[in-house]
DNA sequence: CGAGACGTTGACACCGGTTTCCAATTCGGG
DNA sequence: CCCGAATTGGAAACCGGTGTCAACGTCTCG
């Protein structure tokens, strides 16, 4: 600033090809550094013609903040993780669009990591992502938000993490979940309701979680209804489309099929749908098919499919809101309710 | 700290909470900062014991470089946004999952930005993500690829832009890119190969390049094949379900009704499928159909749709390859075969 | 009118790496 | 045995922000 040569030059900006600093800044306006970071940092103590003049420069210069630079003064960074090993691309893709939603007027960034469950090294994979990559926060989607074990990983490494699920897996600051317990409850009812009395059940696989709470879900409704499960009516898949078939082709099989069949997901549902037509069994005339997830495939197959949606925006967005806000993360919701979406596939049994 | 405990003192890590950093390693290993950095960016000219005592000692500590701060040295950092507005889940999570794979390996990670292609404001959201996050490349997938406008501006922000498409949208070093007009062509091919004269076109969205490639493929195929394309047998959709239903209608209603159906989409093969039904048409046997993408609905509506998979891991991976690596780039693939998936929707014409 | 309180601002060290520059050490050759 | 070149290690500056703390001017009060 030693230079004389009138207002111009102050003004002028560096056009060296650099993105401006802080340092452009605090010179340009003629103040310290600190007071141009007070002003970025919205500080209460300071002078209003001060942050105005600063801030005319930072928008003259087109002045964004570094942020690595901010996170190493900070000791801390505004990454946070999506760690998901998920079979749902509409799931996965909503959750980062609510996840988005959140935190777009924020710093904070989404930076995803797609796993593989049944990798043996997947424990050292997400710890060398949280580490080499400083993660303020991850947050966890099923079915691996169902893995205590690594939640825990995930928090001695310094992380707040959150977890999405179907059932009470952490305390409130650190869970969203959806109540998939009533919600098939509630769709199994309007199989009742709609006439049916031999009800099918698809579970999904043995050691999930949301597959565990469908089935407490099934058996809730069946039993409200006043119906007996009976065990030759209830068949076992792994959430994907040929253990769909597989559960179809067995259910179908017995003395008296049932007239209306639950599927713990929709890829499922699908499956039984085709071994239904497999066996010239009219869907929805001689047999009514519920899904669960709402997913892309549930409404485009014929008969599109009853099935159950879950909130997955609100829930990635409370989600978030929790992450990036630890002091205000137990006053964000933390449980949703899931609607039933009626659709052609269910009607009332024939006769 | 002040504590006598002998030699063990020495040695033992910090133990305060805080990660080790340089500093903590340069110390237990009695060298200086400048030979651990050397260490950790496998400088050549360094004296092999003591290399071996620092890295003993950075893993004895488990220490990993602060990204942050290194970004902050190197002046450039070590994230990759990938910026899309896209309706196909499975091919965004496709691409995520091929970036990963490359980029698994390295110190780059993937930050993701959903975008509302009709937004008035798309432009500015994305300079202030790349400007905020400071980017060292973003990936580009379509349909927002294709706007040059925006490819520019990022570029112009300083990050290296490599954009997926299905044409030459961009030089090879920033480009990947499937032959859909081929594709087309060869499912035409097969149609006509299996009896098809008549065959109808579902065309995407006017101002889409895949579109308008889809449909020249379509020509393609269509004169190769000897057949004249009829304008009564052409629809145009929006690559969505409902468009797809419209569309099926239109070309079903018709005085001499095509026998094969190509739709630029499987979302809208879904929807002329829904159509036929509701038309009484039996498909395949009265209508073959065929469409685009191989999404998860392709697998799973009844008929299994033959439909056009193209290698999006593969893409995904070139692509990310020449954003780390820009020197390289030009010797990675640009240009991807699709294949044609051949299932039960496709069927000669009933005599 | 001087002192203390207050509101505002700036100097300086620091975050954890890299780089520059230079000194120390090792080594080979004359 | 000495000298110069080659190799290695270290001190200090720097990247672009933030925290601490002191100094500054102004205002109020005794």
Same mark, same amino acid.
């Given at each position: 600033m030693g230079t004389v040569s009138a207002g111009e030059e102050a003004i002028s900006s560096?056009?060296?090809?650099?993105?401006p600093t802080i340092n452009d800044v605090a010179r340009l306006s003629g103040v310290s550094k600190k007071t141009v970071s007070r002003v970025i940092n919205k500080s209460p103590l300071l002078n209003q013609?001060?942050?105005e003049k600063v801030e005319a420069v930072i928008a003259d210069l087109g002045y964004v903040p570094n942020p690595q630079a901010r996170a190493l003064a900070l000791r801390r960074n505004f990454l946070i993780g999506l760690i998901h090993d998920n079979p749902n691309a509409q799931m996965v893709l909503g959750v980062q669009e609510g996840i988005l939603d959140t935190i777009r007027k924020t710093e904070f960034?989404?930076?995803?990591?797609?796993?593989?469950?049944?990798?043996?090294?997947?424990?050292?994979?997400?710890?060398?992502?949280?580490?080499?990559?400083?993660?303020?926060?991850?947050?966890?989607l099923p079915p691996i938000s169902e893995n205590d074990e690594?939640?825990?990983?995930?928090?001695?490494?310094g992380c707040t993490v959150v977890r999405m699920g179907s059932a009470r897996l952490d305390d409130d600051a650190h869970l969203v979940a959806s109540n998939d317990r009533q919600?098939?409850?509630? #769709?199994? +009812?309007?199989l009742a309701e709609l006439g049916h009395r031999r009800i099918g059940f698809v579970a999904g696989p043995e050691g999930f979680r949301s597959a565990r709470e469908r089935e407490l879900g099934f058996a809730d409704g069946m039993t409200r209804a006043g119906l007996a499960t009976e065990?030759?009516?209830?068949?076992?898949?792994?959430?994907?489309?040929?253990?769909?078939?597989?559960?179809?082709?067995q259910l179908l099989s017995v003395d008296r099929p049932p007239t209306a069949i639950f599927c713990s997901n929709d890829e499922m549902a699908a499956g039984v749908l085709h071994a239904a037509r497999a066996r010239q069994i009219d869907v929805p005339d001689d047999l009514s098919i519920v899904g669960f997830d709402d997913? #892309?495939? +549930?409404?485009?197959?014929?008969p599109p499919l009853t099935t159950v949606r879950w909130p997955i925006a609100a829930m990635a967005q409370a989600a978030a809101s929790k992450l990036i806000d630890p002091a205000n993360a137990a006053s964000q919701p933390?449980?949703?309710?899931?609607?039933?979406?009626?659709r052609a596939s269910t009607v009332p049994p024939r006769e």
């Open positions: 560096k056009s060296d090809g650099q993105k013609a001060t942050r960034a989404l930076v995803v990591r797609p796993v593989d469950r049944h990798s043996p090294t997947m424990f050292d994979d997400i710890r060398h992502f949280i580490e080499q990559q400083r993660l303020y926060g991850v947050m966890l690594l939640a825990r990983m995930c928090r001695d490494l919600a098939v409850s509630e #769709a199994v +009812a309007w065990p030759e009516l209830a068949a076992r898949g792994d959430y994907r489309f040929e253990s769909g078939l597989a559960a179809g082709a997913t #892309a495939t +549930a409404a485009h197959i014929w933390s449980f949703f309710l899931s609607d039933l979406v009626r």
